[in-house]
């Protein structure tokens, strides 16, 4: 046998060992991600440390989100301009000490709910008799997402609403009713927009209100002059809607200051979070946008500073549905996801994991996407994620919800999306011109993701196994104790589809601690206080959010997991204000309600 | 795409008349547009992910041509060739992984060395090398599509450059050819399936096929001989993507030039064979 032949025979077996390498990688990538069996309780409990129930009928929710229907122009792709406003909030309107929900409708007529909680594992339907569910009448819009917090300091918790339409503003009577205060708060009278957060952005003790446009704000989705209301392109799209920044004066009353204060923007906002990244007193603020990059401002407390593209987190443009803060490495440093769409062999962007560069704070803080090596970056079309210690075990677990149109499941759309959304621009602004659905499913019936941390830089997909087994298109998770066992529950609003609660067990030795703040010289929900615990030579910082995830907000209690026998050193608050306090030894298994020091 | 633009088969020049004062070597011609057509997306648009992927296709791809080279032909091969595929998986591979752009390259590469019929390639290295990625791992691997934003500019700057280029190499009426057909073809699904025909009209548009037009189906190295037979082999390529596009396979040109481009070069080796065969009979005789 020559040299020469046996050269070709070699070169053969390394040619179809390259071809056989992605089954290997395939292989391992399965090994390594995912524990896709279904077990039972017991199993997951014992493996796992927890497991999900699915109990909204039982606990009485039968809520069932419907979609908007607008301008006829837009029929023939109607199941893709109009998928989203289901969204959910966790608020305790009536001070009770028990968390209620809210959740928006998005059909004109529709109704939107607050399930009051009972007490007793079940929930009343009460926003009709006070006067916050007939929301989406004709000629106002319809809702899209909810934010509740304290703008007046009154100790109650008021409603932001979310719409594609007139956003409303309503007051917070003592939990006894809500009273419509829009006109009076100064806010525009139309607003197509997904995202919205309260926080106070210049440490005045009034908490502010960021908006972000999606659509254009001149659009009428009910009532078109035009078809062009598509975005330009889908990776660097600036012709969507404003931002706006509304500073509370105190009186009543918002001044849209965002140009003045550097923010300004129009590309298509899906959501926002806010909390300070730097250490600087001041709550920075991270905006996940569609068809286009993230933008992160830095807050010095009285100006914003663009910064999206320096600190890392603002160049590679993809569809950004989520921000969510975790301190996932217990390191005291916050990292943030931002959701993005995969779909198999045609568009694999990757879920983002913004995680701060190692010697990198302050002004000069940079971030790296580790998603694909912690092992998160891909969930379908993802939408709505949240940070929380699911299992109580110490480390913060992620849990993702996702798929986009679930029709016919034998027939897709991503041919006719992906053909036009490659195209000129000339085309894809158009509604016109893009193909009709026709029934036909876009990343639909999707299964979930629920990341479990181990706390050294590696999350598995423990989904099917612990009981989030639901195949609805959702888009929003908020993250609660619902009924005060010291274990986070989660709540899912589904687009089109019901909601549901998943109700957490978790293994009994497994420790928790729980704070809940109200603010005295700083805002009074306590929105951008940060609690850092210490325990067992490590810690973990969690801040009070005025809206995080995708058209979501979190309860505002913060919850941490402490996993076995547990020696908590201390815990320190850093308050809006910049006032820090530190409690030593707080106990194990309790709710702390710290009132800031005078 | 490669190979071929950096090495063109150039009909004899006619005798010189006079000597230009700046004269570029006609394998550079073709690196020189891609890079710049990548530093222009880029800077503009921010089509790379990372500089770190594109520079390791590319040096994956220059290393093993040179290696295989060195090996089989005995001498180190001129890197243009490798360059451009290098670039290509560059672009056009979309994976948030690093390892896809380095096992697209080396696959593109190795199936010039191992995809031979006497003695030619037969399939276009990074045509080959991407369809397998797209087939393989397709939940790792997508191709550049929607990315490099959708501004009729830039697009219009890479027609020209891309076209004067490929007038120059003397390979126009491929592309030429091929563009006509799409639009024809576009204007027929149309009228087949009700779909408007801007969006059938749309992938031409995109970033994706100004690649697929300008370097792929010009590939001197994997292109027929007769400048009829291109035309006729660019067509049905053309035509093979139409029915692909009718069955709704999204990387459809891609998958059609797979298929009808060896096709076409194993019916020439056939007919070139024959007439070998031939002429030795008729010396014989």
Known sequence: ???????????????????????????????????????????????????????????????????????????????????????????????????DIYVT??????????????????????????????????????????????????????????????????HNDQGHGFTRVTEQAGLPAWVNANTAIWFDYDGDGLLDLFVGGYYSEDIDLWHLTTTRIMP??????????????????????????????????????????????????????FVSNDYGVSELYFNDGKRFREV???????????????????????????????????????????NNLWVPKEGTAGDTLQYQNLARDFGVELGGWSFGAQFGDLNNDGTLDLYLTNGYISLDRNRSYWYDFSKVAGGNSSIIGDAKNWPAFEGRSLSGYQTKRVWLNDGAGEFVDVAQAIGATDTYDGRSVALVDLWNRGVLDVVVANQNGPLLLYKNTVAPDNQWIEFELEGTASNRSAIGAEVTLFWNGQQQVQCVSGGSGFAAQNDRRLHFGLGKNPHIEKAVIRWPSGKQQTIDTPAANQLHKLKEPA | MSQQITAPVLPPQAPVQRKPLFRIDNRYIAPAFITCILL?????????????????????????????????????????????????????????????????????????????????????????????MLFLAPETVASLSIQWGNYLLPMVVIWILGSVIIWRLRRFHITGIYVASFIAFAFLRSWMTGSPWQSEIAPITG????????FMITDPKTTVRS????????????????????????????????????????IEIWLDSRRAIAGHLTVAS
């Open chain 2, 40 to 132: 222009a997306g880029h800077l503009t648009f921010g089509i790379l992910e990372s500089y770190q992927k594109t520079l390791l296709a590319i040096v994956t791809s220059i290393l093993l041509e040179l290696i295989l080279g060195r090996i089989f032909f005995h001498k180190w091969v001129h890197p243009a060739s490798a360059y451009i595929t290098g670039i290509s998986v560059g672009i056009l591979v979309r994976s948030p992984a690093f390892w896809p752009y380095a096992l697209c390259s080396a696959i593109s590469i190795t199936s010039k060395y191992v995809l031979q019929v006497k003695g030619r390639h037969i399939w276009n290295p990074s045509n080959f090398g991407i369809s397998a």
């Open chain 2, 227 to 266: 400048k009829r037979g291109q035309c006729l082999v660019v067509f049905l390529v053309a035509l093979l993507e139409m029915i692909l596009r009718l069955y709704q396979i999204v990387y459809a040109p891609f998958y059609a030039l797979f298929l009808v481009g060896p096709a076409a070069m194993l």
């Open chain 1, 105 to 170: 409708n998005s059909a004109i007529g529709s109704k939107n709910a607050l399930y009051r909680n009972m007490h007793d594992g079940t929930f009343k339907d009460v926003a009709s008799e006070l006067g916050i569910a007939d929301v989406n009448q004709s000629g106002t819009g319809v809702s899209m997402g909810a934010v509740w917090g304290d703008y007046d300091n009154d100790g109650y918790e008021d409603l932001f609403l979310i719409k594609w339409g007139r956003p409303e503003l309503f």
């Open chain 1, 1 to 99: 046998m020559t040299g020469n032949r046996i050269a070709r025979i070699v070169l053969f077996l390394f040619f179809i060992a390259l071809l056989a390498t992605p089954f290997a990688m395939k292989r391992i990538s399965a090994g390594r991600d995912a524990d896709h069996s279904k077990a039972d309780a017991k199993t997951a409990l014992a493996r796992h440390g927890f497991y999900l129930r699915e109990v909204s009928h039982a606990a009485g929710i039968n809520f069932v989100h419907q979609s908007p229907k607008l301008d006829p122009r837009l029929d023939p792709i109607m199941p893709e301009v109009a998928s989203m406003g289901a969204s959910v909030s966790i608020v305790d309107f009536d001070h009770d000490g028990w968390p």
């Open chain 1, 232 to 285: 330009e392109s889908f990776e660097y799209a600036k012709n969507g809607g404003r931002k706006y920044l509304f500073h509370n004066l105190g009186n009543g009353k918002f001044e849209e200051v965002s140009t003045r204060v550097g923010i300004d923007s129009r590309s298509w906002a899906l959501a926002a979070a806010a909390a300070d990244l730097r250490g600087s007193g001041h709550p920075d603020l």
């Open chain 2, 207 to 214: 970033p994706m096929y100004q690649l697929f037009i300008f």
């Open chain 1, 308 to 350: 999206g593209e320096e600190t890392g987190v603002g160049f590679a443009p993809k569809s950004g549905m989520n921000a969510a803060f975790g301190d996932i490495l217990n390191q005291g440093k916050f990292s943030v996801y931002v959701s993005n769409i995969s779909e198999d062999g045609i568009l694999i962007q990757g």
